[in-house]
T-cell receptor, first 115, second 117 residues
Framework: DTGVSQNPRHKITKRGQNVTFRCDPISEHNRLYWYRQTLGQGPEFLTYFQNEAQLEKSRLLSDRFSAERPKGSFSTLEIQRTEQGDSAMYLC?????????????FGPGTRLLVL | AQSVTQPDIHITVSEGASLELRCNYSYGATPYLFWYVQSPGQGLQLLLKYFSGDTLVQGIKGFEAEFKRSQSSFNLRKPSVHWSDAAEYFCAVGPMDYGGSQGNLIFGKGTKLSVKP
């Protein structure tokens, strides 16, 4: 396994701009998760996919956020009209369910700073 | 409501000393339990996990954790800390039955570990 990769690693943008992050999961992992982590906090769930289907969205995911996972491979997370409160680390994780057991493996994250 | 509590925000130990990081959870049933470690500016690395069976689980880097159902705890331990263990540690719980329910993890706020030479 090459691990979960995320790009870019860092992003600085001005308030009101749109940004898009990409996550490439471990190959053959059918589940993909997005989390957001703010300073001094643990990661908080945003949304997840099983294959290409987006199965759950957190209330944290406002209508300015959208995520896709075309063909069940990589995923993108887009934030429109960014706000300073969107500044955070965005983490992606992938997993493969084996029976009732699932272990999530995280990527290095994308750190977003909105000026 | 499901939750994870890590009572210690910051712990400092001397190199070579033993370590215990506390984690308490609130969950409707026996959850799956995890410890992750995060170095500054990095993602999370899985240290160990508990699903069932032996309540003492071994992980990477010499870490172990013990699940105590009666105390709703899953404390992380290491007998001798190395300077490279300085990082932030997160305890997390996940649902036991994924039949139709979401599988996201619920994390504690983390414990930052500093190691004195």
């Amino acid at each position: 396994d090459t691990g979960v990769s995320q790009n870019p690693r860092h992003k600085i943008t001005k308030r009101g701009q749109n940004v898009t992050f990409r996550c490439d999961p471990i190959s053959e992992h059918n589940r993909l998760y997005w989390y957001r982590q703010t300073l001094g906090q643990g990661p908080e769930f945003l949304t997840y996919f099983q294959n290409e289907a987006q199965l759950e969205k957190s209330r944290l995911l406002s209508d300015r956020f959208s995520a896709e996972r075309p063909k069940g491979s990589f995923s993108t997370l887009e934030i429109q009209r960014t706000e300073q409160g969107d500044s955070a680390m965005y983490l992606c994780a992938s997993s493969k369910r084996q029976g009732r057991i699932e272990t999530q493996y995280f990527g290095p994250g994308t750190r977003l700073l909105v000026l | 409501a499901q939750s994870v509590t890590q009572p210690d925000i910051h712990i400092t130990v001397s190199e070579g000393a033993s370590l215990e990081l506390r984690c308490n959870y609130s969950y409707g049933a026996t959850p799956y339990l995890f410890w992750y470690v995060q170095s500054p500016g990095q993602g999370l690395q899985l240290l160990l996990k508990y699903f069932s069976g032996d309540t003492l689980v071994q992980g990477i880097k010499g870490f172990e954790a013990e699940f105590k159902r009666s105390q709703s705890s899953f404390n992380l331990r290491k007998p001798s800390v190395h300077w490279s263990d300085a990082a932030e540690y997160f305890c997390a719980v996940g649902p036991m039955d994924y039949g139709g329910s979401q599988g996201n993890l619920i994390f504690g706020k983390g414990t930052k570990l500093s190691v004195k030479p």
